[in-house]
């Protein structure tokens, strides 16, 4: 998965269920840049869990930026998108703006 190892066990974490299908694809930029890869480098995976959530996790290297986690968790309890959340169970937010965390995750 490229970099995105890291995410795969985040989220597995997060799940606390057992994988049951696992699907994922992958590509390869044509650009030179990313020729000396021996991997394919941009993959995304779909994972369904046995008590039915379901996942998503795309890596991709195939671009020149600096680099940046993204993190969108959702959920019936709440949301987490990077370093913002909501959720209808904490009071003092609202539904119609992100609450912003104190902390911003470091890169």
């Not at 970099?3 to 057992?18: F, I, P, Q, T, V």
């Not at 049951?20 to 694809?25: G, I, K, M, P, S």
């Not at 959530?53 to 959702?74: N, R």
Request: include cysteine.
């Amino acid at each position: 998965m490229t970099a995105g190892c890291h995410a795969m066990d985040a989220l597995l974490l997060c799940m606390d269920a057992e994988v049951e299908e696992v699907t994922a694809y992958n590509t390869r930029s044509k650009n030179a840049i990313f020729a000396p890869y021996e991997y394919e480098t941009t993959t995304l995976t779909i994972l369904k869990f046995g008590d039915g959530k379901i996942a998503k996790v795309t890596s991709s290297i195939d671009c020149l930026q600096p680099y940046y986690f993204h993190v969108h968790l959702i959920g019936s309890e709440g949301s987490l998108l990077d370093n913002r959340f909501h959720s209808q169970k904490l009071r003092g937010t609202t539904k119609d703006r992100w609450s912003i965390l104190s902390a911003t995750p470091v890169m």
